[in-house]
């Protein structure tokens, strides 16, 4: 059975990167890349400290949630892993006991690299046992442009010379992001896309890491979550997403549904209805949506099981009877719940929608006869369309065989 570093056993060379990353952010994966290209090293450790001695009595995120946030945003590059090391020591986390611990863990002789900044190798010479620190490793000082370097050049050169430590100044662009920002927009509902890995994002807000008040289906939440779908949505496809919306609340309300869930459901039923057909594509083998061949002859259906995905990850709702309304409403599906039903109904018939087969005799069934509604616009779809999805005819089934004799 192999250890749990096996993966450092065989390692001949390693960059480390370590921090609280609380949370981790797309600063500390641009400086990794840029490691990996300078310095070749066979694989970038990320450790994330538990306990670092210059943050003692600052609240910390626990760091199981940092170390699977840095897990998440690491683990698709196969030159990045992710280490315990820290986590698992007791007491304060120190640089000179965790380089000690990767000696013995490597195969002699292996190339250490320690990334710092420019802040930090000033002040390396107050680090516990920093003498001896030198001279396990080298490292990597990160140099940003525009700033005063030559007070640092000249403490490396008596670094070299004295302790003759090994030490390479890298240049690397300023991103101006911090972890503070980033928890204070997590903190308000904001959005921190292209400051923040996606995985980790949507780990930090499914846990609530760093927020004042947990996610849920309540009108702040729903408001936002409209406003954020706006800015998304072609004018033409946001009118017919809240027709829909009116359409469902109503027919919750007639067959006594649940009014909220109707009205979330029809909020996010085409959140992704107009994604390019390349990138439905993309989204579906990255979120593991198995294609059979009705779906890869026509990838637009799909926009039903991906909005079911982004419903989850980008709007943060959890729900599973909205989460299902939304994944079957173009194909309905052979155990069509009330909820199932009413979105698939309002999406056929809401107030918005221009003249096509079928749709005057809905209307006129809807809230009359929700099955037979449902009957008349699924078979008037397997007229117009050249593929169905087997789905479909499930669910035709289904509302045909119910109440009808």
Do not use: W
């Given at each position: 059975m192999a250890s749990k570093h096996d993966y450092l056993?065989?390692?001949?060379?390693?960059?480390?990167?370590?921090?609280?990353?609380?949370?981790?952010?797309?600063?500390?994966?641009?400086?990794?890349?840029?490691?990996?290209?300078?310095?070749?090293?066979?694989?970038?450790?990320f450790i994330p400290?538990?306990?670092p001695p210059h943050k003692q009595g600052r609240p910390k995120t626990h760091s199981e949630h940092r170390f699977k946030m840095v897990l998440a945003a690491t683990c698709e590059n196969p030159a990045f892993d992710c280490s315990r090391l820290?986590?698992?020591?007791?007491?304060?986390?120190?640089?000179?006991?965790?380089?000690?611990?990767l000696r013995k863990i490597c195969p002699a002789g292996a190339k250490i690299y320690f990334i710092t900044g420019a802040d930090a190798m000033l002040d390396i010479l107050s680090w516990k046992n920093a003498e001896e620190l030198l001279t396990l490793c080298s490292f990597i000082t990160v140099?940003?442009?525009?700033?005063a370097s030559q007070k640092l050049e000249t403490h490396v050169a008596a670094l070299r010379e004295n302790f003759k430590a090994e030490i390479y100044l890298m240049d690397m662009p300023l991103y101006s992001i911090s972890g503070t920002e980033i928890r204070e927009k997590l903190a308000r509902g904001e959005s921190v896309r292209g400051m923040m890995p996606i995985a980790a994002e949507t780990y930090a807000r499914q846990h609530g890491l760093y927020q004042t008040v947990q996610p849920d289906l309540g009108p702040e939440h729903f408001e936002w979550a409209k406003a954020r779908l706006k800015q998304q949505l072609s004018p033409r496809r946001f009118k017919h997403t809240l027709g829909t919306c009116q359409e469902a609340e109503a027919l919750a309300r007639h067959y006594g549904g649940d009014v909220l869930k109707a009205r979330w459901a029809a909020l996010l039923h085409d959140a992704t209805k107009e994604y390019s057909a390349e990138k439905k594509l993309t989204l579906c083998r990255k979120w593991g949506i198995t294609l059979d061949p009705v779906l890869e002859a026509n990838i637009d259906i799909t926009h039903c099981m991906l909005s079911e995905e982004s419903a989850r990850r980008d709007f943060f709702v959890e729900d599973s009877e909205i989460l299902q309304a939304i994944r079957y409403h173009t194909t309905g599906w052979r155990e069509l719940s009330?909820?199932?039903?009413?979105?698939?109904?309002?999406?056929?018939?809401?107030?918005?929608?221009?003249?096509?087969?079928?749709?005057?005799q809905m209307r006129e069934l809807a809230y009359k006869d929700m099955d037979a509604a449902l009957v008349v616009g699924i078979k008037a779809t397997i007229e117009e369309e050249d593929l169905i999805h087997p789905w479909s005819y499930d669910a035709l089934r289904l509302l045909a065989g119910e109440g009808r004799g």
């Open positions: 056993e065989r390692c001949e060379s390693l960059a480390v990167l370590g921090g609280t990353f609380d949370p981790v952010h797309i600063g500390h994966l641009a400086l990794a890349e840029e490691v990996l290209q300078q310095f070749r090293p066979q694989r970038l450790l400290s538990a306990n820290e986590l698992e020591r007791p007491g304060e986390s120190y640089t000179i006991d965790t380089i000690k611990q140099r940003r442009p525009g700033a009330l909820l199932d039903r009413i979105i698939m109904l309002a999406d056929y018939i809401e107030p918005h929608r221009e003249d096509y087969p079928g749709l005057e």
